[in-house]
DNA sequence: GCGACAG
DNA sequence: ATCTTGTCGC
């Protein structure tokens, strides 16, 4: 477990976000069709949090992405240094996210994060912002479909339909179980949205979410309750 | 104008 | 995200 650090330029407030966001925005690469499905390394990032004990702890969970296990984790603890503003989760979750990730022996190889990249009031969201911070190709996975439209994609594993702004598709609602829910894919950085669909279909054999977010979130999880049993016993 | 809105 | 019991099912 590392220590979490406030990254340099980090904003202090939402004025200052909007700004690195416009800045950083031009910096995506979107035609990149992204790393060949079921080859190399898949790492999971996730963070949670304790606003009682003002504790956030993240998790990065790195595995094969061909059979899947486990290669590799690491999280990272520290003080939560910004409120949750839609629009603006990059900036909660990021700090943490990158101690987490910078703590990794192995990889990380392509990243898959909870949220969205493209799917973004401003086209930048967490994936994106990762993807622009890290060089790494990310994808983002969210559960809920933000403010965007979509239709019911068919009953089976593998259907999709387009995730709206308006007429522009920033994502998809793509089925990964037959009859349950769809999750919600964009692409963060150097990945195609098709690209991105395909991983998340290969990282989801058994359960809605993929792979990659449920070892992370269960690490991070853990990584937290450990963290406030710690500070509990005053040390 | 007000509320909703990834985690 | 997090607050929260039991319950149904593999």
């Given at each position: 477990m590392t220590i979490i650090d406030t990254p340099a330029g980090?904003?202090?407030?939402e004025a200052g976000a909007l700004a690195v966001q416009d800045e950083l925005r031009a910096r995506v690469v979107l035609d990149e069709p992204g790393p060949p499905v079921g080859t190399g390394l898949v790492t999971g990032v996730d963070v949670a949090y304790d606003d009682e004990r003002d504790l956030v702890a993240a998790a990065a969970v790195v595995l094969d992405a061909r059979t899947l296990d486990v290669v590799d984790e690491a999280t990272a603890v520290g003080r939560v240094s910004f409120p949750y503003v839609p629009g603006l989760l990059a900036f909660r979750e990021l700090p943490a996210v990158l101690a987490a990730l910078d703590a990794l022996t192995a990889g990380p190889g392509l990243v898959v994060c909870d949220g969205y990249g493209q799917a973004h009031p401003r086209r930048f969201g967490l994936a994106s912002h990762l993807g622009v911070l890290t060089g790494l190709p990310v994808l983002g996975v969210a559960k809920n479909p933000f403010a965007f439209t979509y239709e019911q994609p068919g009953p089976r594993r593998g259907a999709t339909s387009p995730l709206l702004a308006g007429t522009e598709e920033v994502g998809r609602a793509l089925?990964?179980?037959?009859g349950v829910k769809p999750v919600f894919v964009s692409a963060g950085h150097r990945v195609t949205l098709e690209g991105a669909c395909a991983h998340v279909l290969a990282l989801t054999p058994r359960y809605r979410l993929p792979e990659t977010t449920r070892h992370a979130d269960a690490l991070c999880r853990r990584a937290l309750r450990e963290a406030a049993a710690r500070q509990g016993s005053g040390v």
């Open positions: 980090w904003p202090a407030d089925r990964t179980r037959d």
